[in-house]
Nanobody, 122 residues
């Protein structure tokens, strides 16, 4: 099983920056795609950004130009750099990873982090 641990959330003023980190741990696994989702009060969970194992990225329109997703494959870690934060960015942010057991059958599984709170104040 692959477990994801997130860090970096907190309280920040509008216009400020935060960097979220998500580290994957386990044994004999390989990760394909990774992503960040968020859920604001009264809203559905939405995709914020994703990145493939080849480095191709995808962003929600609301964060384009402000957020950057990246990954360090050697550390099995994905990052979300959030700049120019707005009040509407306030949400619980969740890390996602698609993975399979190395040396086993190619059967893609999905793991989620526990979520980290990001609160943007005026």
């Amino acid at each position: 099983q692959v477990h994801l641990v997130e860090s970096g959330g907190g309280l920040v003023q509008a216009g400020g920056s935060l960097r979220l980190s998500c580290a994957a741990s386990g044994s004999a696994f390989s990760i394909t795609d990774m992503g960040w989702y968020r859920q604001a009060p009264g809203k559905q969970r939405e995709l914020v950004a994703s990145i493939t194992n080849g480095g191709t990225t995808n962003y929600a329109d609301s964060v384009k130009g402000r957020f950057t997703i990246s990954r360090d494959n050697a550390k099995n870690t994905v990052y979300l750099q959030m700049n120019s934060l707005k009040l509407e960015d306030t949400a619980v942010y969740y890390c996602d990873a698609d993975w399979y057991y190395s040396g086993g059958i190619y059967y893609i599984r999905r793991s989620w982090g526990q979520g980290t709170q990001v609160t943007v104040s005026s």
